[in-house]
């Protein structure tokens, strides 16, 4: 065991910068909890210096945390000698990507994506012509400039598109200034060159056309031409309809959409595998109808609330088909994305579309996305595992509305499909959220954009392999990739494909925590009232330690012993290493003495 001050220098040196938000909480516990471990009897002769930039945001962002952050140093003075050691400068100008938005819900080969990104300015002088770019493999992409007022955001719109299919990886870059890490964002597009839909109705026959005619019609009109083939293929939709008896012969992990349309029931094995496809990040679009089983899709496919369904359904009403008693479509409780492309659009015919006879619900999971004028909902949605159900309480045909030949049916069921179609895309965090996976294989390992690998841990609340497994550690800002040991992606430095995934990796995209751009230092009184009642002394600029009256201060007492400096160097190390903060979190060192405490200052200047 050596104290050899440049190997110590070197250890701290090599520890990695994070990108998620400092908690100096945690780094405070972590002190008192060696303090209070400690065999040393002379704890009292102790100094624990707090080195940090005391960013408002990081001790006293939270609602909770100034009054948290102060018992800590009161217990911590209690046993020790507190010295806080202000770093860095007090105020640095700085911009940052705070939001990245993709406008195209779906993406096709060879269309266009359209991004909004927002970037904010945090200095105060603004800034004039600066450059956002988007890069892909290296390469950049689009470039857009915006002028960047003082204090204030701006928004920059990008173009980008894909010749080839499959997931694309895209880093959003700013115009360099002090502070690098806030100046890149992530976004994982996947790109289609196809649509794979399945569309399941009733096997009973009826006159003129039926909810699965309806719905081919609304995603491609072409498919009507030859009614007698059920399977139909354009370059983009690719349609299959197949009668309710057949839904048990299909692979369903084949389409990205299932259509229930008016099914009358399903079974208990029908049910189990819709269940697996939406839960591995499929989407589903239920149509009810006069003729279902109200009785089996509640035990089916609502179980209690634990199901697909979004809502239990309460029994179809009737009504008489006339204006006068009619209900039109009125627009949820909430915003939507669903019916962006209809708001102050009044020739879409949203809100004239009239209904006078459709399903009740009851004990929905969430609010109406779009409801009926006297506030009954029309259309549901619920999360399931990875993927969404969608559910409309009127039917996919003519029986109950005129919806089906109405200027909104064909656009909507269109923003539907591709509601539903992303629903599994790959995820996007912020640094130190965990990042959700999706897989039912235990080899299964993260590669890190430092390269690492790390693997998932199963979440101990979820009962079903495929649902819940998480990468924790996501302190970096990058792409993370999944990469499987079995096809040496653990040696290669290449992300392994995963049977039932295409051949393709899975991605997913963190970005930086942007909450600490906004650099600004604790002022002398905010951080004299954050230590309000503790015996502290606080290090000026330059380090030396001034002391409130009555605080003794330690900075000439002796070294006590070379041993306990080696090993609270070691630790101090180690448990950076662990904690992983960013910057702006504290870095606590416990010194034996206060030469200890100069070496460590010298060491770290």
């Known amino acids: 065991m050596s104290i050899d001050p440049v190997a110590i220098a070197r250890e701290i040196d090599g520890l990695e910068q994070s990108d998620g938000l400092g908690e100096p909480a945690v780094a405070l516990e972590t002190a008192l909890g060696w303090i209070e471990k400690s065999a040393a009897k002379n704890r009292d002769d102790w100094e624990v210096v707090i080195l940090s930039d005391f960013q408002k945001v990081n001790w006293t962002g939270a609602e909770q945390r100034p009054s948290q952050i102060a018992s800590l140093l009161q217990s911590i003075a209690k046993s020790s000698h507190l010295v806080l050691q202000p770093c860095g400068r007090p105020s640095v100008g700085n911009s940052a990507i705070v939001r990245v938005d993709r406008k195209d819900n779906l993406v096709r080969t060879g269309q266009p994506v359209h991004f909004q990104v927002t970037v904010e300015g945090f200095e105060a002088q603004p800034r004039s012509g600066v450059a956002i770019e988007a890069r892909v493999d290296e390469s950049v992409r689009a470039v857009a400039r915006v002028d960047l007022p003082a204090r204030g955001p701006a928004v920059a719109d990008l173009t980008v598109s894909f010749d080839t299919p499959g997931a694309k990886a895209i880093e959003f870059t700013l115009s360099p200034d002090e502070v690098a890490a806030d100046d890149r964002a992530f976004h994982i597009v996947p790109v289609r060159d196809h649509l794979r839909v399945l569309i399941v109705g009733s096997s009973g026959r009826t006159a003129g056309l039926r909810p699965r005619d309806y719905l081919r019609l609304a995603l491609d009109p072409e498919s009507l031409k030859n009614s007698a083939t059920p399977q139909t293929s354009n370059r983009w939709m690719q349609i299959e309809a197949v009668d309710d008896f057949n839904l048990a012969r299909q692979r369903l992990d084949q389409f990205d959409v299932v259509f229930l349309a008016g099914v009358p029931r399903v079974t208990p094995s029908e049910a189990g595998r819709l269940d697996s496809f939406v839960r591995e990040g499929g989407g589903l679009i239920v149509g009810l109808s006069p003729n279902i089983d109200v009785e089996n899709y509640n035990a089916q496919l609502f179980r209690s609330g634990e199901g697909l369904l979004p809502a239990r359904v309460a029994g179809w009403t009737s009504g008489e088909g006339d204006v006068d008693s009619a209900k039109t479509f009125e627009p949820g409780p909430q915003p939507h994305s669903l019916l962006d492309p209809f708001i102050g659009n009044p020739d879409s015919g949203l809100t004239t579309t009239q209904v006078w006879s459709y399903a009740r619900v009851e004990s929905a999971r969430e609010p109406a996305v779009l409801a009926l004028s006297n506030g009954d909902p029309v259309l549901l949605e619920g999360r399931f595992g990875r993927g969404l159900c969608l559910m409309t309480t009127i039917s996919f045909d003519e029986q109950g509305s005129n919806w089906t030949?109405?200027?909104?049916?064909?656009?909507?069921?269109?923003?539907?499909?591709?509601?539903?179609?992303?629903?599994?895309?790959?995820?996007?965090?912020?640094?130190?959220?965990?990042?959700?996976?999706?897989?039912?294989?235990?080899?299964?390992?993260?590669?890190?954009?430092?390269?690492?690998?790390?693997?998932?841990?199963?979440?101990?609340?979820?009962?079903?392999?495929?649902?819940?497994?998480?990468?924790?550690?996501?302190?970096?800002?990058?792409?993370?990739?999944?990469?499987?040991?079995?096809?040496?992606?653990?040696?290669?430095?290449?992300?392994?494909?995963?049977?039932?995934?295409?051949?393709?990796?899975?991605?997913?995209?963190?970005?930086?925590?942007?909450?600490?751009?906004?650099?600004?230092?604790?002022?002398?009184?905010?951080?004299?009232?954050?230590?309000?009642?503790?015996?502290?002394?606080?290090?000026?600029?330059?380090?030396?330690?001034?002391?409130?009256?009555?605080?003794?201060?330690?900075?000439?007492?002796?070294?006590?012993?070379?041993?306990?400096?080696?090993?609270?160097?070691?630790?101090?190390?180690?448990?950076?290493?662990?904690?992983?903060?960013?910057?702006?979190?504290?870095?606590?060192?416990?010194?034996?003495?206060?030469?200890?405490?100069?070496?460590?200052?010298?060491?770290?200047?």
């Open 405 to 605: 030949v109405w200027p909104s049916f064909v656009p909507l069921i269109q923003e539907m499909t591709a509601y539903v179609a992303t629903a599994g895309d790959p995820p996007i965090v912020t640094a130190g959220q965990p990042l959700p996976f999706a897989v039912d294989r235990n080899d299964v390992r993260v590669r890190l954009p430092n390269g690492d690998l790390e693997p998932l841990i199963r979440n101990a609340s979820s009962n079903n392999d495929a649902e819940e497994r998480v990468l924790a550690d996501t302190r970096f800002a990058g792409i993370y990739r999944i990469a499987s040991e079995d096809v040496g992606a653990a040696t290669s430095g290449e992300s392994g494909s995963l049977p039932g995934w295409n051949g393709e990796s899975r991605l997913a995209a963190v970005n930086p925590d942007t909450n600490e751009s906004r650099i600004e230092r604790l002022t002398s009184d905010e951080l004299e009232g954050l230590l309000a009642g503790v015996p502290h002394a606080i290090g000026s600029e330059g380090g030396r330690a001034t002391s409130p009256a009555g605080v003794e201060s330690t900075s000439q007492r002796d070294l006590a012993t070379p041993l306990l400096w080696c090993v609270l160097m070691l630790a101090i190390a180690e448990v950076l290493l662990t904690w992983k903060f960013a910057w702006g979190a504290a870095f606590l060192a416990l010194c034996a003495t206060g030469t200890a405490a100069s070496l460590m200052a010298r060491l770290l200047s």
